[in-house]
């Protein structure tokens, strides 16, 4: 089984600008997690997409959004870069019977480091 | 509102020698706790998880972990440690009626020295 894949690896953005970060779930998964993980913290939660919709929210503002496709793939949108939007942004994908739930395992991809100047 | 604590930010240990990873939470209600181990350049991957049932939970690579409901804990536990261990260990909760929420501790460090 293929797992999760996010692009790009790596990139670079000046501060107003923005971005897309893409992800594609292991196959078999339905729903799809963002996290941010800053220099040397712990992964925070962005939001969570199950059926195409938003199933959960951390503390980010509107400027990150997101999209789920009917392939069950996922974008991460953030607007109006700040330069602590550097980090390394992870997408876990997990498999849900029906709604989500907080016991669910999550599979990570290596993720996608940006950094804003 | 969920958290977790991993109070120490590095561990070290030498080879062959027991490993302890300490973990508290704070959740309402009845709580999913899980741990995870980044690599390098990697993201992270599944090491076990408590549900319910018994406290004591074995996971991939010779780790397990104890759950400690009067002390709230959930320290990550192996026996024999190997160099090939050391990681970054992310101790993470969950709690039922918060459905999708899963946060992360701060993670911890730990090296195995030969």
């Known amino acids: 089984e293929t797992g999760v894949t996010q692009s790009p690896t790596h990139l670079i953005k000046t501060r107003g600008q923005q971005v897309t970060l893409r992800c594609s779930s292991q196959?078999?998964?339905?729903?799809v997690s963002w996290y941010q993980q800053a220099l040397g913290q712990g992964p925070q939660f962005i939001f969570q997409y199950y059926r195409e919709e938003e199933n959960g929210r951390g503390n980010f503002p509107p400027r990150f959004s997101g999209l789920q496709f009917p392939n069950y793939s996922s974008e991460l949108n953030v607007n109006a870069l700040e330069l602590d939007d550097s980090a390394l942004y992870l997408c876990?994908?997990?498999?849900?019977?029906?709604?989500?739930?907080?016991?669910?395992?999550?599979?990570f991809g290596a993720g996608s480091r940006l950094t804003v100047l | 509102a969920q958290s977790v604590a991993q109070p120490e930010d590095q561990v070290n240990v030498a080879e062959g020698n027991p490993l302890t990873v300490k973990c508290t939470y704070s959740v309402s209600g009845n709580p999913y706790l899980f741990w995870y181990v980044q690599y390098p350049n990697r993201g992270l991957q599944f090491l076990l998880k408590y549900i319910t049932g018994d406290n004591l939970v074995k996971g991939s690579y010779g780790f397990e972990a104890e759950f400690n409901k009067s002390q709230t804990s959930f320290h990550l536990k192996k026996p024999s440690a190997l160099v090939s261990d050391s990681a970054l260990y992310f101790c993470?909760?969950?709690?039922?009626?918060?459905?999708?929420?899963?946060?992360f501790g701060s993670g911890t460090r730990l090296s195995i020295r030969p």
């Open positions: 993470a909760v969950s709690a039922y009626s918060s459905a999708s929420k899963i946060i």
């Open positions: 196959s078999g998964h339905n729903t």
């Open positions: 876990a994908s997990s498999k849900s019977g029906g709604p989500p739930s907080g016991a669910n395992v999550l599979t």
